[in-house]
């Protein structure tokens, strides 16, 4: 069962890689509407922890880290909302742009430390139980 999520752990990493090749050769044009038009699938894979999928993206097109969504969230923004550490924690390979996203503010004036201060949404708050491991774990986000 263990061999079979990590053998399809690389399948779908695999596909994803060589998905991302094939729109990295479209016309510059046609590669940037397609990004701008379809750019959910970043923010998608920000809120459900998906940090696997944002690095490739990332590494062979570093300008998506400035892609914000509706509200004017990047996936650092999203990542720490919905309490994925797995993606949050790529901001710390970006050096000194790190601060500059940080300070970000979203559509309704929220930087990220107010969405650290912000109570973790339920499906993310549930996977530790007991009231006082809840309110650690959301201490540390803070921080």
């Given amino acids: 069962m263990i ?13 994803v890689d060589l998905l ?12 940037m509407e397609l990004v701008q038009d379809h750019s959910s699938f970043l923010f998608d894979a920000a809120r459900s922890g998906n ?30 909302k919905y309490r994925q550490e797995s993606v949050f924690s790529l901001i710390y390979e970006l050096g000194a742009i790190k601060g500059i996203i940080a300070l ?11 969405l650290a201060g912000q109570i973790a949404p339920p499906d993310r708050l549930n996977i530790i ?11 540390l986000w803070f921080k």
């Avoid at 053998?7 to 779908?12: P, Q, R, Y």
């Fill in 104 to 114: 970000y503010t979203d559509h309704y004036n929220n930087n990220m430390l107010h």
């Fill in 3 to 15: 061999y079979n999520k990590a053998l399809m752990g690389t399948i779908a990493y695999q596909l």
């Fill in 51 to 80: 940090a696997e999928f944002l690095i490739i993206l990332i590494r062979s097109y570093p300008d998506l880290i400035w892609s914000v969504d509706q509200n004017k969230r990047s996936i650092f923004h999203l990542a720490l």
């Fill in 129 to 139: 139980s007991g009231a006082a491991l809840q309110l650690q774990r959301e201490l």
């Fill in 20 to 31: 991302w090749k094939n729109v990295l050769l479209l016309p510059e044009r046609d590669f």
